[in-house]
Structures are given as structure tokens and as C-alpha cells.
């Protein structure tokens, strides 16, 4: 167990919906990012929070969002959802102190999107 | 963007043998992390190389991190059936707070 919980776990929806995706870090971790594995693919990075505070971007879609609230845990929306939209969703959390260094990012078990 | 490459995509060999797996960018990063990944959950570090030419050792798996930063291989000596998965290599970039993956290698460890 990583410490790191996402939910729901399987979630199956229909074009056009929209979805919320949910993440509580580890205790004491301030990071989370948010990925995305499409079938026999690595991960693709979304987002990065940092204490509530969006700290870096990176292959997100204008349709999808995302947020830290005070109490750390985070949120991925996904609107107007597309068939290419499934696929498995990671949280990670880690530390980040200072100039947020990376040692470590514990990934939780997904919420695996099925669009149909 | 920064990109890695790892090779192979696939790897499938009898127990006992050894395989090399790569991870190769042409950008340089502060550090680089290798993960575990079974089905059905999420990855699981295994090792993190920060200087260049480092050298890291976890049983039978050695990891190393090239001179210049770009690149790190994953070697397995003796491989066993417990080792199948996907194994991913990322690479911190510090200033960006990014940690960008690789694709994966999926390995497969034949009895």
C-alpha cells in the first residue's frame, strides 16, 4: 500500500459526460501529479499541484482541469469525454520541500476510465 | 519536449538468463528514476541515480546512469519469473517539476 488513494477505481461513462476524479496523498505530502497510461503505453504527465498551487503542465487537454484544495487532496475533471479518453488515470504524491525536489512519487492503484 | 526512449518495447527470455533494458534522451535531467509497474497497479520506484556514471546495485539488478546525464540502463542478471512487468524509466527535470516517463519495457520471464 502506497498511502496514496484514488477513487473511484473503475469508472464507465458515456461520450459527451462528465467526470471527477479523486486523490488523497500520502500524509504529509505536499506534491501531486496527475498521469495518464493509455493501453501498453508509458505515462503521460497532466499536472502538477504543490500545496494548492498549479506548479507545472504538461500534455493536458483544455477539457480536462484539475485542483488542490486546502486539505491536499486533489481533484482531475474530465469534460465532453471522448472514446481516446479511456484509458488508466495515476496519482502520485510526493514530498516536495524547498524548491520542490522530487526523492520519491508514490503512485496509487488508478482509476481505470472506460468511455463508451 | 523532453522525450525518453527505452528499448526494448518487448523482451520475453527463459529464467536464468540476463537482459539489458535502456533509456535513452537527448536532454539531460537532474536525476532519473526507474519503477516497477504489475498489473492493475500503479508503479512502484525502484531505484533513483542522480550522478552522472553512478552505479546502483539491488540484488540482481544493477542500474546505472550515463557520464552525461542522457541515459540509464537497467541490467538483470539471472533473471526470474518474479521480475516479469513493465519496468519505466523517468527523468526529473528540476527546473520544469516535471518527471517525465518512458514508454516501458514489458518484460516477460519464461519457467
Known amino acids: 500500500d502506497s498511502g496514496v488513494t484514488q477513487t473511484p477505481k473503475h469508472l464507465i461513462t458515456a461520450t459527451g459526460q462528465r467526470v471527477t476524479l479523486r486523490c488523497s496523498p500520502r500524509s504529509g505530502d505536499l506534491s501531486v501529479y496527475w498521469y495518464q497510461q493509455s493501453l501498453d503505453q508509458g505515462l503521460q504527465f497532466l499536472i502538477h499541484?504543490?500545496?494548492?498551487?498549479?506548479?507545472a503542465k504538461g500534455n493536458i487537454l483544455e477539457r480536462f482541469s484539475a485542483q488542490q484544495f486546502p486539505d491536499l487532496h486533489s481533484e482531475l475533471n474530465l469534460s465532453s469525454l471522448e472514446l481516446g479518453d479511456s484509458a488508466l488515470y495515476f496519482c502520485a504524491s510526493s514530498v516536495g520541500a524547498g524548491r520542490l525536489i522530487i526523492t520519491e512519487a508514490f503512485f496509487g492503484q488508478g482509476t481505470r476510465l472506460t468511455v463508451v | 519536449t523532453q522525450l525518453l526512449e527505452q528499448s526494448p518495447q518487448f523482451l520475453s527470455i527463459q529464467e536464468g538468463e540476463n537482459l539489458t533494458v535502456y533509456c535513452n534522451s537527448s536532454s539531460v535531467f537532474s536525476s532519473l528514476q526507474w519503477y516497477r509497474q504489475e498489473p492493475g497497479e500503479g508503479p512502484v520506484l525502484l531505484v533513483t541515480v542522480v550522478t552522472g556514471g553512478e552505479v546502483k546495485k539491488l540484488k540482481r539488478l544493477t542500474f546505472q546512469f550515463g557520464d552525461a546525464r542522457k541515459d540509464s540502463s537497467l541490467h538483470i542478471t539471472a533473471a526470474q519469473p518474479g521480475d516479469t512487468g513493465l519496468y519505466l524509466c523517468a527523468g526529473l527535470n528540476q527546473g520544469a517539476q516535471k518527471l517525465v516517463f518512458g514508454q516501458g519495457t514489458r518484460l516477460t520471464i519464461n519457467p
Open positions: 499541484y504543490y500545496n494548492g498551487e498549479e506548479r
